[in-house]
């Protein structure tokens, strides 16, 4: 994909799957401003589904909690 990039054979490249997720830090991709890298992720994003999500995530926050969608920045996101 670089060899690609750097010839201009392809002007850039959006990503969202790769071998080993999360992508490491080291990785070129990140510094590339020809890559987009996005998060692999899938869901159900119904409106109601939605609504739902949001309703339980502040019942957590009221509630002292940590909403169960909070992203483990550790885990390289």
């Known amino acids: 994909l670089l060899r690609a990039l ?5 002007a850039s490249a959006s990503l969202d799957v790769f071998d080993v997720e ?3 830090k ?4 990140w510094a590339d401003e020809r890559i987009l ?3 692999h992720q ?4 119904s ?4 609504a ?3 309703a339980r995530a502040a019942q957590a926050v009221v509630a002292g909690k940590i909403p169960e969608t909070v992203v483990d ?3 390289g996101y």
């Not at 080291?26 to 991709?29: A, L």
């Not at 409106?47 to 939605?50: G, I, K, L």
């Open 52 to 54: 739902e999500q949001l």
């Open 37 to 39: 890298v996005t998060p």
């Open 6 to 10: 750097d010839s201009g054979r392809i």
């Open 22 to 24: 999360p992508l490491p």
């Open 47 to 50: 409106p109601h589904t939605m």
């Open 73 to 75: 920045r550790s885990n």
């Open 26 to 29: 080291e990785h070129p991709f």
């Open 42 to 45: 899938a869901g159900d994003c």
